[in-house]
């Protein structure tokens, strides 16, 4: 009998011990896989850097006719590859998933119309703006939603994950939010009737309503002044510091109001003065 209760307690014993060796090596894989960042040496090594972009929020990212990623924040994301002597690589994301992608390294930046909030820079590290935005509230022409008392029991249309959402939700409890995973969508369940307006960053709707008759921007600036910057994974300080040179220097040759005429300039016309929009250098004026 005490044979067997012995044999029991040595059972018992080892099997502790396996399980505590387990949760030591499960606990150095989870900090190994936490540190997923890769530096810019290593981005150089590869050849390619990882960039994550929007591929249907035109003129911002999307995809062209003919496959091609195109838009405000590809035009930089090029750039940046051009500058690090290496070749670029964009995986399309959607609003709800930048910070996933960045914090678990699917990508090493998210360049996809990123508002920095203080929610998000606890979860990624910001960089230098290189863009100013406030809401705004796009409509119908023959039903114009022009102040946001207006939308009190109506149902207002807005993606998960953006900062519309969150400043609805905060601020003004009274109106319904009809939530979409994808800016298409949202757009389209506008366009369907199924709800009476969209928010969103203003130099989004802005360039909606312009291509698309029967529709205005009856509320272009609502909120706080945001700044929409590069993100890279918490504690990767090679790439973050690299992109903070990098967007300095850029605003020596006024790069982003060159990126400004290429690719939004010819959507808004005369409608938005670029000054307002455009951030050079990382300072905002």
């Given at each position: 009998?005490?044979r067997?209760i012995?044999?029991?307690?040595m059972v018992a014993?080892a099997f502790?011990f396996?399980?505590t060796?387990?949760w030591?090596?499960?606990g150095?894989e989870?900090?190994a896989?936490?540190?997923?960042f890769?530096?810019?040496?290593e981005?150089?090594?590869?050849g390619?850097?990882?960039i994550g972009?929007f591929s ?8 062209d006719e003919?496959?091609k990623?195109?838009?405000y ?6 750039r940046i590859?051009?500058d ?7 995986v399309?994301?959607?609003?709800a998933?930048?910070v996933?992608?960045?914090?678990t390294?699917?990508?090493?930046i998210?360049?996809?119309?990123f ?7 606890r ?8 863009m100013k935005?406030?809401l705004?509230v796009v409509?119908?022409e ?6 946001v008392d ?9 993606v ?6 969150t ?6 409890p009274e109106v319904?939010?009809?939530k979409?995973?994808?800016y298409a969508?949202?757009?389209?369940a506008?366009?369907d009737?199924?709800?009476d307006?969209?928010?969103t960053?203003?130099?989004?709707v802005?360039?909606w309503?312009l291509v698309n008759?029967g529709y ?5 600036a ?5 700044t ?6 918490k504690?990767?300080t090679s790439?973050?510091e690299?992109?903070?040179q990098e967007?300095q220097?850029?605003?020596q ?7 400004y005429?290429?690719t939004?300039a010819?959507?808004y016309?005369e409608?938005?003065?670029?000054d307002?929009?455009v951030?050079e250098?990382?300072?905002l004026?």
């Amino acid at each position: 009998m005490k044979r067997n209760i012995m044999k029991m307690v040595m059972v018992a014993v080892a099997f502790a011990f396996s399980a505590t060796a387990l949760w030591a090596m499960g606990g150095k894989e989870s900090s190994a896989s936490a540190a997923s960042f890769r530096t810019v040496e290593e981005i150089k090594a590869s050849g390619k850097i990882v960039i994550g972009v929007f591929s249907d929020k035109a003129p911002f990212g999307y995809v062209d006719e003919y496959g091609k990623y195109q838009g405000y924040d590809v035009y930089f994301a090029e750039r940046i590859a051009k500058d690090l002597g290496v070749a670029v690589e964009y995986v399309s994301t959607d609003p709800a998933s930048r910070v996933e992608y960045v914090a678990t390294g699917k990508v090493d930046i998210i360049l996809a119309n990123f508002t920095v909030t203080e929610d998000r820079a606890r979860q990624v590290d910001f960089a230098l703006p290189y863009m100013k935005v406030m809401l705004g509230v796009v409509s119908p022409e023959n039903a114009l939603i022009t102040s946001v008392d207006q939308l009190a029991d109506k149902n207002l249309i807005v993606v998960k994950g953006t900062t519309a959402e969150t400043y609805f939700a905060k601020n003004h409890p009274e109106v319904k939010l009809q939530k979409y995973d994808e800016y298409a969508d949202a757009y389209n369940a506008l366009i369907d009737g199924r709800g009476d307006a969209f928010s969103t960053d203003n130099t989004e709707v802005l360039a909606w309503a312009l291509v698309n008759p029967g529709y205005a921007v009856g509320i272009d600036a609502l909120g706080n002044m945001d700044t929409i910057a590069p993100a890279v994974q918490k504690g990767n300080t090679s790439l973050l510091e690299w992109l903070n040179q990098e967007i300095q220097a850029l605003g020596q040759e006024n790069f982003f109001h060159a990126a400004y005429d290429a690719t939004l300039a010819p959507v808004y016309g005369e409608a938005a003065n670029p000054d307002a929009l455009v951030v050079e250098g990382g300072v905002l004026n």
